[in-house]
Every structure is written in structure tokens, then in C-alpha cells.
């Protein structure tokens, strides 16, 4: 059998980062300047990374998935959803902080909220998001570099990944728009804001991810702060 030097195992893996960035590049954009909310779509893209992965030769523990992790992994979910359910529910109860809840985007009944929570945020936003960031590049990052490294280079391309979406934070939610204003520069503010917001997310996600050894913790809390944040807008339009 040929041994592959080191060299070349390397740069391939390389390779395969680069590919696996510039597939993420693409959902992306199609996700958000093409098709809009398409929870068929984003289940297919779940599917795309899972086959990529394993193609990259990513094991189930390198995506936080082997099963002898999975109990460890939705203690640490509960945990931290709990946490997350107990700000909110504060947050949303003070005056001072309960605009922060007002988005257009959820701007529904609480029923349809619910739903949007358990489908198209589940499914288009935090699966998605979490195989790719933390399961399918930590993984390969981590092989390469290790785990610090992973985490930092996987934070600051999730804080790019919103590029996109913050443009139209000032137009869809009330808080941003009164802190920010609404014009182009506001929009650019919103969007460093963003990126900054969601890179230290990723780290922190990263570090759930890290030490419980399982993806279902991260996706626990990406759950947490998404759909709770989803139900309890809709809530908030009614107050």
C-alpha cells in the first residue's frame, strides 16, 4: 500500500477546507438573496454537509455526533436552555428591555410562532448552522490545527456567514432601528455589529461543543436563543 506523505495529506486537507468554506459561501447567498425561508430547501442543504462530511472522511465523534455523547449532550441542552429561558422570560417581563423583542419578522400569532420554532429555525437555522460551524468545519479545523485554532477561525467565518442577514436588522426590528437609525451607514453599523455579535457566539458555542463533546449541546442553547427569542416576539407584540 502508498504511503501519502505528510506534505500532501496536509495540503489536501487543506483543500478540503477551502472547499468545504466556499460550499457554505454558496448556501449562503442562496439562502439569503435567492430563495428566502425554504424549510425543504435547508433540510436538503443539512443533508449536502452530512454527505460532505463523511466524504471529507469526518467521523461521527469529529461532528460531535457518536452516539456515546448524545446523553452528555442534551444534559448540557436542557442546562443551558433553561438559562436562556429564564433571561428571557425576565427580559421580556421589564419595559426597559422588552422592545428588544419587537421584530417585524415575528410579528404573528404565538401558535405560528411555535411552529416557525420547531421548523424553520430548528431546521434552517440552528441544524444548518451547527453542522456547518460546529460540526463539519470545527472538525476539519481542529484536525488540522487543534482545538483553539478550530474555534477561533470557525467563530469569525459564523460571524460572517451574517453578513447578510444583518443588512435588514435596522428594518425589521425596533430596537436596532431606534439605536441605529435606518439609513446606509446604519445599516453598515449593524452589520459590524452583527458579525462581532455572532463570531463571540461561535466561540462560545464552540466551547459548549468543546467540552461536552457533543453537537447537541450548542445546538441546546442555538435553539434556545433562536426560537424561545421567536415565540417570545410574538408575545411581545401582544403586550
Known amino acids: 500500500m502508498a504511503v501519502v506523505p505528510a506534505a500532501t495529506a496536509s495540503q489536501r486537507s487543506w483543500l478540503r477546507l477551502g472547499y468545504a468554506?466556499?460550499?457554505?459561501?454558496?448556501?449562503n447567498v442562496v439562502n439569503n438573496r435567492l430563495t428566502g425561508s425554504s424549510t425543504p430547501l435547508r433540510a436538503v442543504e443539512v443533508l449536502l454537509l452530512l454527505a460532505f462530511a463523511?466524504?471529507?472522511?469526518?467521523?461521527?465523534a469529529e461532528l460531535g455526533l457518536a452516539r456515546s455523547s448524545w446523553t452528555r449532550g442534551l444534559r448540557w441542552a436542557a442546562v443551558v436552555a433553561v438559562l436562556v429561558a429564564v433571561a428571557y422570560a425576565v427580559a421580556l417581563a421589564l419595559p426597559p428591555t422588552r422592545p428588544v423583542f419587537l421584530d417585524r419578522r415575528a410579528d404573528f400569532s404565538v401558535g405560528v410562532a411555535v411552529l416557525q420554532a420547531a421548523g424553520p429555525v430548528l431546521v434552517g437555522t440552528v441544524l444548518?448552522?451547527?453542522?456547518?460551524?460546529?460540526?463539519?468545519?470545527w472538525g476539519m479545523l481542529r484536525r488540522?490545527?487543534?482545538?483553539?485554532?478550530?474555534?477561533?477561525?470557525?467563530?469569525?467565518?459564523?460571524?460572517?456567514?451574517?453578513?447578510?442577514?444583518?443588512?435588514?436588522?435596522?428594518?425589521h426590528n425596533r430596537a436596532a432601528a431606534d439605536v441605529l437609525g435606518t439609513g446606509v451607514p446604519s445599516r453598515l453599523a449593524a452589520v459590524a455589529l452583527g458579525v462581532a455579535f455572532t463570531a463571540a457566539a461561535g466561540v462560545v458555542l464552540c466551547e459548549l461543543r468543546r467540552r461536552s463533546?457533543?453537537?447537541l449541546a450548542p445546538i441546546g442553547l442555538h435553539w434556545a436563543t433562536n426560537g424561545m427569542a421567536y415565540v417570545l416576539a410574538a408575545i411581545a407584540w401582544t403586550l
Request: glycine content about 10%; charged content about 10%.
Open 128 to 137: 444548518l448552522e451547527e453542522l456547518a460551524f460546529r460540526g463539519l468545519l
Open 213 to 215: 463533546g457533543s453537537l
Open 144 to 171: 488540522l490545527r487543534g482545538a483553539t485554532f478550530a474555534t477561533l477561525v470557525s467563530s469569525a467565518l459564523f460571524g460572517l456567514w451574517h453578513v447578510l442577514p444583518a443588512w435588514n436588522l435596522v428594518v
Open 21 to 27: 468554506v466556499a460550499l457554505l459561501a454558496a448556501v
Open 54 to 60: 463523511r466524504g471529507c472522511g469526518l467521523s461521527p
